[in-house]
């Protein structure tokens, strides 16, 4: 499940349609059947991790005890127990990290005929040129004396359209008089 777009969706509600999820969720998680399915597969001594929301991170530890609708879980940070709901509990290994990716490339919209835009090639070498014609979902680039096809999401804007017209930086230097 990527996370990213649910908290981007989430960001749109308001607090009363969240507190509705919040809700449902919960509703959701005291049905015996996911209770059930979590205790079975977990017994005393079994070392597991869990979520913290507290902390916002996983936790390993140790089963001591189970209950009805929790654990108790020994710490193995802080050699504390805790009573941890079972669907805390990560059996699968699933990956908890919340990575909110930034958006890359430039959009189909967002560049025109001529304007000047760079990208990294496959040998991760700095390339940058005027586009010469869009395509559906590329662009092509004319690179000094060579075009490329590259796909939108690999492109950034170039500031500098000197270095692009040249491929060469030019610097006036103007010697200092020292008195």
């Known amino acids: 499940m990527n996370f990213s777009d649910v908290l981007k969706a989430l960001n749109q509600a308001s607090a009363f349609e969240l507190y509705r999820m919040r809700a449902a969720i919960d509703r959701v998680l005291d049905e015996p059947r996911w209770v059930q399915a979590i ?4 017994q005393i001594g079994l ?3 869990y979520f913290d929301s507290q902390a916002n991170t996983l936790r390993r530890g140790k089963v ?17 127990r805790w009573l941890i709901a079972y669907a805390a509990i990560n059996l699968d290994g699933t990956d908890v ?8 490339g430039l959009g189909r919209n967002e560049v ?5 835009v760079g990208f990294v090639d496959r040998n991760q070498q700095q390339r ?7 395509n559906d979902k590329t662009v092509t680039l004319l690179c000094g004396q060579q075009q490329w096809r590259v796909a939108y999401a690999y492109l ?4 500098d359209t000197d270095t692009i017209e040249q491929n060469v930086l030019e610097l006036d230097v103007t010697p200092l008089e020292i008195k």
Do not use: C, F, W, Y
Request: hydrophobic share 40%; proline share 2%.
């Open 156 to 159: 950034h804007r170039v500031m």
């Open 39 to 42: 205790h079975a597969r977990l």
């Open 47 to 49: 070392a597991i991790e």
């Open 64 to 80: 001591l005890e189970l209950r009805r609708k929790q654990a108790v879980i020994l710490d193995q940070n802080d050699g504390r």
């Open 112 to 116: 025109a005929i001529g304007d000047a």
């Open 97 to 104: 990290q919340i990575r909110e990716q930034p958006r890359q």
């Open 128 to 134: 940058s040129g005027r586009i010469i014609r869009l």
